[in-house]
């Protein structure tokens, strides 16, 4: 059954996981995270963002 399932769904396992993550981590409050004491960056969300969803251009070539 494993060789199965991994021949038919291989392929879609890092994006599975990174989707997952991805809505893990956009579904989280803002209290959760951590504050900024003593090294902040402006506008670090963006490249938090961009990290995030720039990671499905790599997820691509494995589909």
């Known amino acids: 059954m494993?060789?199965?399932l991994r021949k038919y769904f291989g392929?879609?396992?890092a994006p599975l996981l990174w989707t997952i993550l991805i809505a893990v981590a956009?579904?989280?409050p803002g209290k959760m995270?951590?504050?900024e004491s003593g090294?902040?960056?402006p506008e670090f969300d963006k490249l938090v963002h961009?990290?995030?969803f720039g990671g499905f251009?790599?997820?691509g070539p494995c589909t």
């Open 2 to 4: 494993i060789p199965f």
């Open 11 to 13: 392929k879609l396992i």
């Open 26 to 28: 956009c579904c989280l």
């Open 33 to 35: 995270l951590p504050s």
């Open 39 to 41: 090294f902040k960056i």
């Open 50 to 52: 961009a990290g995030m």
């Open 57 to 59: 251009i790599f997820c």
